[in-house]
Each structure stands twice: as C-alpha cells, then as structure tokens.
C-alpha cells in the first residue's frame, strides 16, 4: 500500500491514545481539543481508505486478498469516529480512556494492515 500513510495513521493514533489516555489519568472527559485530534486521525484513515481503494483498482493486489484488506480499511476508518460518539455518551474519564484504547486499536490495524498487503513478510 503506501506505507508513509500507514506509519503516519498509526504515528497519529498512538499520540491520540496517550493524549486521551492521560485525561482519563487525570478524570477528565474528552474535551473539545480531543475531538479535534480525532477529526485529524480520522481523515489520515480515510485518507488511507481512499489510497487503498485506488490501489486495489488500479491492479495492485493484498496478499491475503481484496475482501480482508477492505473490511480492515472500513473498520480502521470507522474505529476512531465510533469511540468518540461514545465518548459523548460518558462524559467521565472513561470516555477519555474509551477514546484511548479505540486509538491504540487502530494502530494495532494498522499493523495488520501493512501485513495484509504484504509487507509484512512471511
């Protein structure tokens, strides 16, 4: 795939987990600032998501196959957005702790990601 994207995907993630992580240390709910950094790791996924698909039909091919890659896409795409509406829901720390772990979830996808493309090795 493109692997800059990749790593700058999981690069912003995980600075969203630690951000979010040390609210939730300090019994703070997301802020307004949280959801500005979920708005830009967010786009970097759909950015990848975008990226993907124009390989795919540009004749690049996943190693582990087209179906697998794409439902990896959507829910790295989706995973972000999906904590930060629950967040809403929980207005206590565990909203910042919930926003965490969804990020470090996406940095995990991202890893499988690069090995579903293959550069993972085998």
């Known amino acids: 795939m493109f692997t800059p994207l990749t790593i700058a995907v999981a690069v912003a993630a995980l600075a969203l987990a630690a951000w979010c992580g040390h609210a939730a240390y300090r019994d703070q709910p997301t802020k307004d600032w949280h959801f500005a950094g979920m708005l830009v790791v967010t786009v970097l996924a ?66 499988r990601l690069h090995d579903i493309w293959g550069g993972g090795g085998a």
């Open 46 to 111: 759909l950015a990848q998501l975008v990226v993907g698909i124009v390989r795919v039909a540009s004749g690049a091919e996943p190693a582990d196959g087209s179906v697998i890659f794409f439902s990896y896409l959507v829910g790295a795409a989706a995973a972000v957005p999906a904590v930060g509406f629950l967040s809403l829901a929980e207005r206590t720390r565990w909203g910042s702790a919930t926003v965490a772990a969804g990020a470090v979830v996406l940095a995990v996808l991202q890893v």
